[in-house]
């Protein structure tokens, strides 16, 4: 898991140009069911954290072949949308 660097943050939050905040997940699944791990937990998730932080999906789909990536190590999954408002990144650290 990556997590949030608070210095970096907070250079985010100050240098603040206005407008959304879009957040990219790239994500690679385990081929041990990891696809449908992440599936129940995003289903169960969403509707909690869209509202809650003002995530708004505006694509969600499969990868395919990587164009800069090792071999085996291209996307499985990936999505990206805007939050509404940059404090929603300070909301989801608390």
């Known amino acids: 898991m990556i997590e949030i ?3 970096a943050l907070n250079a985010l939050l100050s240098e603040d140009p206005g407008g959304p905040v879009v ?6 699944f385990r081929p041990d069911g990891g ?3 992440y599936q129940r937990y995003a289903e169960a998730l969403s509707p909690v954290v869209n509202v809650r932080y003002g995530l708004q999906v505006d694509y969600l789909g499969d990868g395919g072949r990587a164009l800069v ?4 190590a291209g996307l499985g999954h990936g999505g990206f949308g805007p939050l509404s408002e940059p404090a929603g990144v300070r909301r989801h650290d608390s």
């Open 5 to 7: 660097d608070e210095h």
């Open 23 to 28: 957040m990219l997940n790239l994500l690679r």
């Open 35 to 37: 696809r449908e791990s």
């Open 69 to 72: 990536a090792e071999a085996g």
